[in-house]
Nanobody, 126 residues
Framework: EVQLQAFGGGLVQPGGYLRLSCVASGLSFGDYAIGWFRQAPGKEREGVGCISKSGSITYYADSVKDRFTISRDNALNTAYQQMDSLSPEDTAVYYC???????????????????WGQGTLVTVSS
């Protein structure tokens, strides 16, 4: 059974930082691109960014570019999302998902049909 779990959310002040982790089991982790998504209260889910299977290529949504960094350690079956310069607009539940393809169109159906983990809540507030 494929399982993904996002960890690392919490309360942080504006301008602060957090690092999220996405731990996977039940799959060959290196065979999948990993995407990060978020859903703010009352809003639709949006794609944040993704990383290729090897970790050599990343893509970010404009809203987080230059503030968020996605990485992965295939030996640990874990992907990370470093989030810097956080603002209240970043408040959301963050999810990770798998995709057998490195698809930078984060709304593509290949992401929706992948495995999704339980999210982790990030709250940015003073």
């Amino acid at each position: 059974e494929v399982q993904l779990q996002a960890f690392g959310g919490g309360l942080v002040q504006p301008g602060g930082y957090l690092r999220l982790s996405c731990v996977a089991s039940g799959l060959s982790f290196g065979d999948y691109a990993i995407g990060w998504f978020r859903q703010a209260p009352g809003k639709e889910r949006e794609g944040v960014g993704c990383i290729s299977k090897s970790g050599s290529i990343t893509y970010y949504a404009d809203s987080v570019k230059d503030r968020f960094t996605i990485s992965r350690d295939n030996a640990l079956n874990t992907a990370y999302q470093q989030m810097d310069s956080l603002s209240p607009e970043d408040t959301a539940v963050y999810y990770c998902a798998t995709n057998p393809f490195f698809e930078v169109s984060l709304g593509h159906s290949s992401w929706a049909s992948g495995s999704w983990g339980q999210g982790t809540l990030v709250t940015v507030s003073s």
